[in-house]
């Protein structure tokens, strides 16, 4: 039996929100002690010297868009797969919007299989809450949970019917699967690119009132108080829409929220002169909204954050600011952009891996996101002051569309390890 | 006299000492343009090329005059009859014309950012001849040429922007650029068509059109866009017109000498009424046409000095 011993870490732990010194021994793929010494004596172990470097949970991504089926010269589970492992990531959550989109119990085996066969970290697909996004029927809910289906989502396609809402968070509900929903009133975002104010403006962009995204939540947590589904927004991403999540807390319901990292690190300003690696959806935000998320985040307010990891191609990215394609990608470069937020003392590191592994995987049903004995041996070693100029070309994943290119960034993944297998080590 | 920009994608970028170069020198080719010989060589040996992705006849025909005028070979392309029919992303058709080596594009687009991102990737000077709602440059200038020779001065009036704020480039650089030069705008329409943040822009906000005008030295009708709305932003036409479209009583309002303008074309009896537009004592837009040649010949002349300060580009 191998067992190996991370001596000499610095132990973040989400769970006890505690930065210290201490060691971490994996056996047969389960982390099986965690010592608060950081040189521990353990007899037949190999020794991976972490050097003073934070040991955390790897991080469990929800949201996760592979070009697998339909855009595979975008991103296919294999590339998705490395870019995760060099970012830390040690779950993937993946979407279902691919095309076709994972709506039956056979597409959601075909992603299974493929993950099996390509991916070097965990997978775990979501499908599709209506049959091919139209907001008209349910899928089939019970065959895609026994298939495997982490959540139910129609990712940016919100139901605008909410009968036939209603009915799909009713059966889900009894199933106990979680739903997935995208906040955004339809009619008001309809065309949108940019969020309503001055910038907008003087762009000269569609842009959407903020509100739209709280009347999109507040329409879905009165679904939730009428149906009792367990409910997780994808991203909320405005102050506007906040008090209606914390009201939705304090009456108990089971509804929980996340934020893409680009929406905590990047404002609407970003977008400068129409640069479209910077579109995204929803749309970026103000600055205030930006700090207010922030504190939602440090509060517990808003749960989890994601990558959001969406590859476009070149050409889909190089058009006019309105027809080029949304979305950016991030599996790589979410933890060393999210550690500006540390960087600038905004965030403690307990408090960043309660966003990024312990509360996605609880939220999920999962034992991962914990350094705690018997917790699957998902780990992420990182240096985080260690400064990067990111270099888009560089990136493993297919798709090079991330807003960060070029930019001066601090942390760098050292190791990361799925199930006790060390699945990337920078060194090599 | 310093302008020190490669292309002229918006008013945004501009100092106030860069416009008044623009305009000084403008006021020049109104002279030129008013002999019998009209020609000058500025851009002799230069190739300028009109994209036009938008129908337009009188901005067209305007930079057409305006290059012929200073000696460049101007071609004009309509492109929504061309290649994006087929399918060719605004990218391949411009190093598709960049290839060509020309000196002067010149892009009208539907799409707001369409001018700078054919600056990025080709090798001569843009000229933005209105992209989305974003910018016209060379209509705010021409229109502050306008307004200077009539004032006698382009600082401290008051100007009164009217009607649809929200889909207009036009409004959008006049405000950028009457504010630039120490203006006080006022912004007159329906709130459905103003733009959102527009408290952040330093203007006066009116929904009633006759306070909008108090006193005001300049009027300012916009064109009702129409086929920019995707509906439901007035009621009506006619009610439109009745609260908002400019006619002797509500100009009454206004600073006895006060002058109205249109950018053009008008939709007579909707935004403003006919006979007020064609009243030579008031109306101004038979300038703002002349005015336009002139400024657009300055705009080029400008660019062009500076492209031909530039050390050739030698491409492979």
Redesign the interface.
């Given at each position: 039996m191998t067992r190996t011993l991370i001596a000499n870490a610095r132990l973040i732990d989400p769970e006890a929100g505690t930065d210290a010194p201490g060691a971490l021994l994996i056996e047969a793929g389960r982390i099986a002690q965690v010592f608060d010494t950081p040189a521990p004596q353990v007899a037949d172990a190999t020794v991976v010297e972490a050097g003073g470097k934070c040991l955390a949970p790897g991080i469990v991504d929800i949201g996760v868009k592979v070009g697998e089926p339909g855009e595979r010269h975008k991103e296919s589970l294999g590339t998705a797969g490395q870019a995760a492992a060099a970012g830390g990531v040690t779950t993937l959550v993946t979407r279902p919007d691919t095309q076709p989109p994972i709506d039956t119990p056979e597409a959601l085996e075909f992603i299974r299989r493929r993950a099996n066969e390509a991916a070097p970290v965990n997978v775990l697909p979501m499908a599709a809450l209506t049959k091919g996004f139209a907001g008209a029927e349910m899928t089939e809910i019970g065959f895609l949970l026994d298939a495997g289906a982490a959540a139910f989502t129609d990712c940016a396609h919100v139901v605008s019917d909410t009968k036939v809402l209603s009915r799909a968070m009713t059966y889900a509900r009894s199933l106990g699967a979680l739903v997935i929903g995208h906040p955004q009133d339809p009619g008001l975002s309809a065309?949108a690119v940019a969020t309503?104010?001055?910038?907008?403006?003087?762009?000269?962009?569609p842009?959407v009132?903020p509100m739209a995204e709280r009347m999109g939540l507040d329409r879905d947590i009165a679904l939730v108080e009428m149906t009792g589904a367990r409910y997780h927004a994808d991203q909320v991403t405005t102050a506007r829409a906040l008090p209606a999540l914390e009201r939705a807390k304090r009456n108990g319901f089971d509804v929980t929220a996340g934020i893409s990292m680009h929406h905590l690190t990047l404002n609407e300003l970003d977008v400068a002169?129409?640069r479209t690696f910077f579109k995204l959806t929803p749309p970026l935000r103000s600055e205030e909204d930006r700090q207010q998320v922030v504190e939602a985040l440090r509060s517990g307010l808003i749960d989890v954050i994601g990558s959001f990891h969406t590859p476009q191609d070149e050409?889909s990215k190089?058009?006019?600011?309105?027809?080029a394609a949304s979305g950016a990608v991030g599996l790589e470069t979410m933890l060393p952009v999210l550690l500006r937020l540390y960087h600038a003392d905004e965030l403690d590191l307990p408090v960043l891996f309660r966003a990024l592994a312990l509360n996605p995987a609880r939220r999920l049903g999962l034992e991962s996101g914990r350094l705690a004995r018997g917790a699957p041996a998902d780990l992420v070693l990182f240096d985080p002051d260690k400064p990067l100029v990111l270099d888009r070309f560089k990136l493993r994943s297919k798709s090079k569309n991330t807003p960060f290119d070029g930019a001066r960034l601090q942390g760098r993944v050292l190791g990361t390890w799925v199930a006790g297998t060390r699945v990337f080590d920078a060194a090599t | 006299m310093r302008f020190d920009h490669r292309h002229l994608l918006g008013i945004e970028p501009l100092r106030p000492d860069e416009i008044v170069t623009i305009l000084d020198l403008a006021d020049q080719y109104v002279d030129l343009g008013r002999r019998r010989d009209k020609h000058a060589r500025a851009l002799a040996g230069l190739t300028q090329i009109n994209m036009f992705f938008e129908s337009s006849t009188r901005t067209q025909a305007s930079f057409e005059l305006a290059g012929k005028r200073l000696g460049a070979d101007v071609m004009s392309m309509a492109m929504q009859a061309s290649s994006i029919k087929k399918g060719e992303t605004l990218i391949d058709t411009a190093m598709t014309l960049n290839a060509m080596h020309p000196d002067l594009l010149v892009v009208r687009h539907p799409q707001s950012g369409a001018a700078d991102l054919l600056a990025q990737k080709v090798n001569c000077a843009v000229l933005n001849a209105g992209d989305g709602r974003h910018e016209h440059p060379t209509q705010a200038l021409l229109d502050a040429l306008t307004i200077r020779r009539a004032k006698g001065r382009l600082h401290r009036l008051s100007v009164a922007i009217c009607g649809d704020i929200a889909h207009s480039r036009v409004a959008r650089s006049n405000i950028l650029l009457l504010h630039k030069m120490e203006n006080r705008v006022r912004l007159v329409g329906p709130p459905t068509l103003m733009p959102s943040g527009i408290e952040e822009f330093g203007v006066e906000v009116f929904d009633d059109m006759e306070e909008g005008l108090r006193d005001v030295d300049v009027v300012m009708m916009l064109r009702l866009q129409r086929e920019r709305m995707d509906g439901g932003f007035i009621p009506s036409e006619r009610e439109y017109f009745h609260r908002y479209g400019l006619d002797a009583e509500k100009l009454a309002h206004a600073s006895p000498e006060a002058i109205v303008m249109h950018p053009g074309p008008m939709n007579r009896g909707v935004e403003i009424d006919g006979t007020l537009a064609d009243d030579i004592n008031r109306s101004v837009i038979q300038d703002q046409v002349e005015m336009g040649v002139a400024v657009r010949m300055a705009a080029m002349d400008l660019l062009a000095r500076n492209l031909r300060a530039r050390p050739t580009e030698v491409m492979a």
């Open positions: 065309g309503s104010g001055k910038f907008a403006s003087l762009r000269g962009l842009s009132s002169d129409y050409e190089r058009l006019p600011f309105e027809e | -």
